[in-house]
């Protein structure tokens, strides 16, 4: 069902910081920060080659990363991102082995505009799986 890994997504307490580090000491490729606002995120890219680095911020006052960096304040892997074929169909297929989708189950419009869905940490080792519409 999971095609190819989209990103993987790392909360961070400072970008630019961040980012200087990805790209003074990895020699990581790095974006301009965007501001997402309706994602309470400010995010910048990072082209591994097969895949991306997201690092995120918190930006605005209920950011949905703001918790995380509460419990985590170095930062730290938060969720790592899988393409599908179908969404909804994989979402069926996930519920019908036991699997829970977060929210309301239903897919909603992630930060690059395509239909997204989370699944719950503790059915996969700790590990938050997003899932987006190839
Ligand atoms: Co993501």
């Keep these: ?66 918790k995380y960096l509460e419990r985590n304040p170095d930062g730290g892997m938060h969720h790592m991102c899988f393409e599908v074929d179908d969404i909804l169909a994989a979402r069926d297929q996930l519920l019908a082995e036991g699997a829970r989708v977060l929210g309301d189950g239903e897919p909603k419009i992630g930060a690059h505009n395509k239909p997204v869905l989370f699944l719950h940490p503790k059915d996969f080792n700790g590990t938050l799986i997003e899932l987006e519409q190839a």
Excluded at 10 to 19: K, M, P, Y
Excluded at 35 to 43: F, K
Excluded at 49 to 60: A, F, Q, T, Y
């Design 1 to 66: 069902m999971i095609g190819r890994l989209n990103h993987i997504a790392i909360v961070v307490a400072d970008l630019d910081e961040a980012t200087a580090r990805w790209r003074d000491v990895l020699g990581a490729e790095v974006s301009q920060p965007q501001a997402l606002p309706d994602h309470g995120v400010t995010v910048v890219f990072i082209d591994s080659g097969n895949s991306k680095i997201e690092l995120l911020e918190p930006l605005g006052d209920d950011s949905p990363i703001a």
